[in-house]
């Protein structure tokens, strides 16, 4: 009894319970403070990180693309531009069964086996993330079709973009290039470039010509706007937007009148042709034949047209006019008197033997002149006007490679001319060390590694080793005819800033002054005017010119022919024949062109490349057009401002 009346003792119990309440009582009270201090942590001290972050799960930043710069050409008519046309966008991670989905977007809209190995192209090189292109450029009526029916389809969006277009197609397509989509080596530059942000949202960049070389101008500057969104993810309303920097526009020196005539002068013949103002460097016309539509790499080329560009004999994607090289022939000579010239190698009234063959001294080996008769005797201006062969063995022998090949460096030869364009080819101006370093670890014995006395002989006439681009010889022959001062050639004339309106000048200076006596310059353009005269080489062509103009013919041997051999055109199979060259400015007191044209396999310069030239000039300084190809020319438009640049003459 007693023991129980223990285990029942109420005070105890009593005080048990007390504490078992204030236990309880204290460990609520600790509770509450610790939830009003983290209320009051999160309302208080971590208000704005909140409130940021509740933003940002309600405004999304939406880039604003800008309008890719326009080019235009030196009298304002528009080579390339921009139109607004509608695109079908999937993003690949917002969508459960993508061929699903493909499947039924095309009973909506038609979807082609191109657009399907285009997407999947695409597809490979983008990330889940990113919205991939399905159909581009559909009309209002398919768009407004799809519209109605995007509930359907998650993660497929319908949004107007804005396409590049090159109007004038293969006319201009080896000066501007084209844009494509942006692949995995462009992202890779962009990043290393820090320039990522401002391409974020952007689909195409410049992969080839003034579209690549002046990126930077012509892509503009993003834009961005903030969108309020819904929980789903839908667009509520603009909240703040700033605006796009579109890109400048770039206005060419290169006249597309004188592009077109010059294309069509050419017909369907393989060559180049670039024309230069010799008072600014800037390149009026620059044409690489054949030549391919750049509208067919914006958005990525079928596999058809890419098989047949690529295979294509001709070579239609090579850029003749920059990449071409060429043995210069006869069109070498005026430069090689103005060496002679400056190394005191001859005199200006200075008569040497011009026979029918050369003999080497010290061998019997002969080099046969063009004239199987030969030409007499001549001074060097003749000698140009004739185009003596003989006379130019001689002399380039008595020179040597070691004088000749400095003087000539003078004028850009076997130089990259600094153009902005890429991939120039450098072209070869030999010397005894470039011989040393082409031939170094070759199968060649070292006789034939070293410098032959032979070598220097058909260097005089431009044959041999010598190499040179159309551009090149186009530059140096601008260079002679403004005595001396040399421009770097440049296609962009002016960058027209989109933010102000203003203009930058590209080029407006000369680089240098060759270091020759004007005395020399006047003799070599008497030689080359003597060519367009009774006598000389081009004097068919140089009938009834309203102005003077001084030119050099060339024929540029593309085989060698057995010592004793007779040239046979018809024998040999086409690409095997001779090029024709021709090289040419006017007006001679004042020269306002100066052009190199080379037509392949084409013969005698004075009956392929001589004509297109003439013509050309006849255009450019008198507006007068053969009637062959006068209802062939292009329709331009108006220029922008209405006017023509007064620095066209016609």
Known sequence: MKQA?????????ERQLYWRLLVAYLFMVLMLLLLVARFVWLQVFQYEHFATLAQNNSISLVPVQPNRGLIVDRNGIELARNYASYTLELTPDKIDNLDATIKALGQVVPITPRDLKRFQKFLSESKDFEPVPLRLKMDDVEAARLAANLWRFPGVEVKARLYRDYP??????HVLGYIGRIGPREKDRLAADEKTA????????GKLGLEAVYEDDLHGQNGFEEIETDSAGRAVRSLRRTAPVHGNTLQLALDIHLQDVADKLFGARRGALVAIDPGSGGVLALLSKPSFDPNLFIDGIDSQSWQSLNSDWQRPLINRAIRGMYPPGSTFKPFMGMAALEA???TPNEIRPAPGYFTLPGSSHQFRDSNPRGNGSANLAKAIAVSSDTFFYKLAWDMGIDRIHPLLAQFGLGSRTGIDLDGEAVGVLPSKEWKARRFAGTRYRDEHR???????????IGQGFNTYTPLQMANATAMLANDGKAFHPHLVQK????????????????????PFKQQHYDYIKQGMRAVM???GTGWRLGQGLQYSMAGKTGTAQVVQIKQGAKYNAGALAEQHRDHSWFIAFAPVEQPKIAVAVIVENAGFGATAAAP?????FDYYLTGKLPDDIRGQLETFPPSATGKQDASVAR
């Open 198 to 205: 401002n391409y974020r949202g952007a689909t195409h960049i």
């Open 450 to 460: 070293r410098w032959l006395p032979a070598d220097v002989v058909s260097i005089g």
């Open 168 to 173: 004038y197609k293969e006319l201009t397509s």
């Open 5 to 13: 009346a223990r285990l029942k003792d109420p005070h105890t119990e």
């Open 612 to 616: 297109i030239a003439r013509a050309l």
């Open 344 to 346: 005191g190698a001859i």
């Open 495 to 514: 960058v027209t800033d989109a933010r102000n309106g203003k203009t930058r000048l590209i080029e407006a200076a000369p680089y240098k002054q060759l």
């Open 533 to 535: 005269l009774p006598g």
